[in-house]
């Protein structure tokens, strides 16, 4: 059997965002791996290329489109729509509809502050944990 790492998909324009997220998650069970893109066209390719690819962490601005769009991508894929995808966004007013995508496991805000980023990753990290241990076993 060869070794499988599943990994986080941070999909995040801002480098100081992505720092904290990944920062506070950088201790992810089963060597969990936190890959980090700035644009959704670099999030396709990835997710494309990367079979391991467990939970996806998407912020709805970019700088190429929305997050949504990428959302709504993998919804429309096959194999991609059972990845749960985590929505990071400071203002979702434009997307209220996201709740109701099947593949759309949480609505979080952005933090104001980085001390904020400490309690986002306790309530993400069931989540996420949960997500990675079932790619984990998928592949098993």
């Avoid at 992810?28 to 893109?37: E, F, I, R």
Wanted: hydrophobic share 45%; charged share 25%; aromatic share 6%.
């Amino acid at each position: 059997m060869t070794h499988y790492t599943p990994r986080l998909l941070l999909v995040e324009d801002d480098p100081q965002d992505a720092f904290l997220v990944r920062r506070y998650l950088s201790d992810l069970p089963y060597g969990g791996q936190v890959d980090q893109v700035d644009s959704v066209r670099n999030a396709r390719a990835q997710i494309e290329q990367s079979p391991d690819i467990a939970c996806v962490i998407v912020d709805l601005k970019l700088a190429d489109g929305s997050g949504a769009a990428l959302i709504e991508w993998m919804l429309s894929e096959a194999e991609l729509r059972e990845i749960p995808v985590i929505v990071f966004s400071g203002d979702r007013s434009d997307h209220l509809d996201l709740d109701t995508f099947t593949n759309v496991a949480c609505l979080i805000q952005k933090p104001e502050s980085a001390d904020g980023y400490a309690a986002l990753a306790q309530a993400l990290r069931p989540i996420v944990e949960s997500a990675l241990a079932r790619a984990v076993y998928a592949a098993q």
